[in-house]
């Protein structure tokens, strides 16, 4: 694993795909500078005693918060019994064939950090990746653009068709003439993340959609599609139970047609 292109592609994964909590950042961290002691090996163990030093975290946030980057693919783990230390594997999130601008020297890099953090204590490896993110921050000169959402991209339609369903029922939480509009493209992303990370189909989004924004309870929580995708599991769950509003299980009441 080259640990200056892991470092790039996390984040850029918290900027462009998923926020992430201090608690799941400083439990990231510190698997990386185990697993870059252990000269990133694909699977290591890492002792709860050690993570809490190295992240801050008490043992129940560190449990709390390796489920959900195992749940968002950033790490994996396996557990070997209550008296011995849990075994991890960090996930690649760079491509092998990528190219980058500073490629030559962030593998040069990335090699002597490697080499020179095995001879090192745990101190010592938490000032060095202090360092190298402060290097990497200045140096890192040519971040992947932004996506941008087209007006006939199936993302983007069902984001407007939230924001319309909302504005429909109460515009008085998003003027059509207010100067700060939702930014419609991020929630073009975050019903994107849905469809690819979330495994969840455009029918049943667009459902959803329809069913939360005629939900006395939903209707006034899910005011974004960052809180549709967070809800997404309870609010399919609750459009699909048998006693829904409108009395057909899945909420499958027939829907106008879908923007795609």
Same mark, same amino acid.
């Given at each position: ?7 790039? *592609?996390?984040r ?5 795909? %998923? #926020? ?9 961290? +510190?698997? /990386? ?9 694909e699977?290591?163990? +890492? ?6 030093? /190295? !992240?801050?975290?008490?043992? !129940? ?32 999130l760079?491509? #092998?064939? !990528?190219?980058?601008?500073?490629e030559?020297?962030? %593998? ?8 020179? @953090? ?7 490896? $938490?000032?060095q ?5 402060? %290097? ?5 000169d !040519? ?11 199936? @993302?983007l ?5 939230? /924001? ?23 929630? *073009?992303?975050?019903?994107?993340? $849905? ?33 549709l ?9 609750? +459009?699909? *139970? ?19």
């Amino acid at each position: 694993m080259n640990y200056l292109k892991q470092l790039q *592609a996390f984040r850029d994964y918290q900027m462009f795909e %998923t #926020e992430l909590s201090s608690g799941q950042i400083a439990l990231y961290y +510190a698997l /990386l500078q185990i697993n870059n002691k252990c000269s990133w090996i694909e699977w290591f163990t +890492a002792a709860n005693q050690t993570l809490e030093t /190295l !992240s801050g975290l008490s043992r !129940s946030g560190i449990n709390k918060n390796r489920n959900v980057l195992k749940q968002l693919g950033l790490v994996d783990f396996e557990s070997n019994g209550n008296r011995k230390a849990t075994s991890y594997k960090i996930c690649v999130l760079y491509n #092998e064939d !990528s190219t980058h601008n500073s490629e030559h020297r962030s %593998t040069h890099n990335s090699t002597h950090n490697s080499t020179h @953090n095995s001879t090192h204590n745990s101190s010592t490896l $938490i000032k060095q990746d202090r360092n190298i993110n402060k %290097t990497n921050k200045d140096s890192h000169d !040519s971040k992947p653009a932004k996506r941008v959402y087209e007006p006939d991209d199936i @993302n983007l339609k069902l984001a407007n068709c939230l /924001l319309t369903k909302i504005r429909e029922r109460n515009s008085s939480i998003y003027p059509t003439d207010s100067k700060n509009p939702p930014d419609t493209q991020k929630w *073009a992303n975050d019903i994107r993340l $849905i469809h690819e990370r979330d495994a969840r189909s455009y029918d049943d989004i667009k459902r959803i959609i329809e069913w939360c924004q005629q939900d006395s309870f939903w209707q006034n929580n899910i005011l974004s599609a960052s809180k549709l995708r967070k809800q997404f599991g309870k609010l399919i769950d609750k +459009a699909d *139970a048998p006693n829904n509003f409108n009395g057909n299980k899945g909420g499958r009441k027939p829907l106008y047609d879908l923007p795609y």
